[in-house]
């Protein structure tokens, strides 16, 4: 199946400052990814949709402000948590479709673990 | 809006059974439903795809069913072995939805040996 990879794997961080996390489809184009975010032993929840070349569009209850998504190639997803506070500590996944070829099957990168002190 | 279940929440089984994973949704229109492994720490592994036209798709010794007007699905896992514990998530698109998907809660199963 096709590969997405993200990184940072983990990060730990102070809180007040920013995490910058990447998606990268390796082997194909996507033109829509989806960033979720899962709690310890909960499902995932989907926080973004990210379209390349637009704005992403926010699931409500999620601050835009927040968490900023970028995506500028068809590649290349990023999420950024600002000024990140404790509460923010999560595990983030990212997942991507195929672009030009809808089997509708989604893959997952590996995840980022934020840890914010 | 679309609502998946899982049930068991958590299974522990002797290895060698036979066991289903059950996964219910409210909206059946949906255009397909994607059986996910994660490990811990880890993210998803997808194991399964089933279109919204397809009964069932099989893998080694993973089957999965589909009964779309039901809402229903199931993960058969045949001759389950300790390598198999993991938490099994199902996840369904939309047929109006784009790519999104909607996530059970997931079954947590542990095979012991």
């Known amino acids: 199946g096709a590969v997405v990879s993200q990184h940072p794997s983990w990060v730990i961080c102070k809180s007040g400052t920013s995490v910058k996390i990447e998606c990268r489809s390796l082997d194909f184009q996507a033109t829509t990814m989806f960033w979720y975010r899962q709690f310890p032993k909960q499902s995932l929840m989907l926080m973004a949709t990210s379209n390349e070349g637009s704005k992403a569009t926010y699931e409500q209850g999620v601050e835009k402000d927040k968490f900023l998504i970028n995506h500028a190639s068809l590649t290349l997803s990023t999420l950024t948590v600002t000024s990140a506070h404790p509460e923010d500590s999560s595990f983030y996944i990212c997942?991507?479709?195929?672009?030009?070829?809808?089997?509708?099957?989604?893959?997952f990168g590996e995840g980022s673990r934020l840890t914010v002190l | 809006k679309q609502e998946v279940t899982q049930i068991p929440a958590a299974l522990s089984v002797p290895e060698g059974e036979n066991l289903v994973l059950n996964c219910s949704f409210t909206d059946s229109a949906i255009y397909n439903l994607q059986w996910f492994r994660q490990d811990p720490g880890k993210g998803l592994t997808s194991l399964l795809l089933?279109?919204?036209?397809?009964r069932e798709q099989t893998s080694g010794r993973l089957n999965a069913s589909l009964d779309k007007s039901s809402g229903r699905s199931t993960l058969y896992i045949a001759a389950s072995q300790p390598g198999d514990s993991a938490t099994y998530l199902c996840?369904?698109?939309?047929?109006?939805?784009?790519?999104?998907?909607?996530f059970g809660g997931g079954t947590r199963l542990m095979v012991k040996p």
């Open positions: 996840a369904v698109r939309q047929s109006n939805a784009g790519n999104m998907l909607t």
């Open positions: 997942s991507a479709g195929l672009a030009g070829r809808d089997t509708g099957e989604l893959f």
């Open positions: 089933i279109q919204s036209s397809q």
